[in-house]
């Protein structure tokens, strides 16, 4: 089985690859967990990917290959989404962009919704659900990839979720430092360190006047997907 874990950047892929990696942990499994940084990394993994192994491959923009390889039933797509004025306002932090070129990367990224929807058998996974409803959203993740976690299991599982959002800070106390996430039961791998969940960040980070553009800018994402002005 194939996890493709992709969507919006910066809308909750790392917590969902930690998610995927615990679940299948909890079921003994060993798995490969790749992350493709750009279109050619990703293009290189789906076309030499084994659709019997277990992988979990988590990446950002759609390319065709991608979507190709996701009509196969051994893929299970997970897309993300995030409120695009939080999108534009992480990638200015986390990719230190300009506010221009965070729009530009938001607007292009939003251009493949229609694709990624029309994924056969896609679990559409809203940013704000990983803090408001974690334990359901896990149990759905699990469910989706044949695995009746146990209601404990679930708790568990959010519970090191919690832990892995506050241990980058509290270890390292930077956000750019990597820490090793457990693939099976003897091999590691490193991966970046989970950024804390936050909703409405854009109120904060965002001057008043990029505030009133990326509102004014964004007005029928917001709308579409039921964000507050």
Not at 52 to 60: G, H, K, S, V, Y
Not at 103 to 125: F, K, N, R, S, W
Not at 133 to 150: C, D, P, R, S, Y
Request: charged letters at 20%.
């Amino acid at each position: 089985m194939i996890i493709f874990n992709f969507g919006i950047p910066k809308s909750g892929t790392d917590w969902s690859q930690a998610v995927f990696q615990k679940i299948w942990q909890h079921q003994s499994f060993e798995f490969r967990s790749e992350k493709a940084n750009s279109v050619q990394e990703l293009n290189q993994l789906v076309g030499t990917m084994d659709l019997n192994e277990r992988l979990i491959l988590q990446f950002d923009l759609l390319t065709e290959e991608a979507i190709a390889a996701a009509q196969d039933d051994a893929v299970r797509p997970f897309y993300h989404y995030r409120d695009p004025r939080d999108v534009v306002c992480a990638e200015m932090e986390l990719q230190a962009m300009s506010f221009a070129d965070a729009v530009d990367q938001t607007v292009a990224a939003y251009q493949e919704i229609h694709h990624a929807l029309c994924l056969p058998g896609i679990m559409v996974i809203p940013y704000e659900h990983l803090l408001k409803n974690a334990e359901g959203l896990i149990f759905q993740m699990a469910t989706k990839l044949g695995v009746l976690l146990k209601l404990d299991e679930v708790e568990a599982i959010a519970q090191e979720m919690n832990i892995l959002l506050t241990a980058p800070a509290a270890v390292s106390g930077t956000a750019g430092t990597t820490q090793a996430v457990r693939i099976d039961g003897e091999h590691t791998a490193d991966s970046d360190p989970i950024q804390p969940l936050m909703i409405g960040k854009w109120r904060d980070r965002l001057s008043q006047s990029e505030q009133a553009m990326v509102t004014r800018f964004f007005k029928p994402l917001v709308t579409q997907f039921g964000y507050g002005e």
